[in-house]
């Protein structure tokens, strides 16, 4: 069976509602967190026998934020066991990656739902810091501090 079809399965036996794209082996989740909503988009490829998971939100990080979001974004990411923030520079959008490599094995309903959380707990512990750092008045020293606080 693809990693695709078992993917699919797990999260279709867990209740998830899902989009999918079976040519382009893409799945996308629509998910509440606590402190914002999240899209996240799971990356199969059989060939590397990989799943990989996008966790965005719908929030564009302006401009003149975007070197210190960097600043931030590194200062979190030192810190994470498991996945990590990333930022396109031209538009601003800013998601957290989450990887689960399966050589030659068939993935646990565990394991798919670990690299779907993973992202989305990551990326809402961090969220109101990150927000603070672009809408308010915090250095991203005082948005990583927040956030540690806050949990």
Sequence with gaps: MSLFKVLYEILSQNGWEFDFDNKNEIIR??????????????????E??????????NQKIPPSKR??????????????????FEMDMDNGEIRYRTYLDLADAKPSQDQILNVVWNGVLGFDTYYPGLMKLVYGDYSAE?????CIEDS
């Design 142 to 146: 005082e948005a990583v501090a927040f």
């Design 29 to 46: 989740l629509e998910i509440r967190g606590i402190n914002t909503d999240f899209n996240a988009f799971l990356f199969v490829d059989e």
């Design 67 to 84: 070197l210190e979001v960097c600043d931030f974004m590194s200062r979190v990411n030192y810190e994470l066991v498991n996945g990590n």
């Design 48 to 57: 590397q026998e990989s799943l990989l998971c996008n966790t965005h939100i």
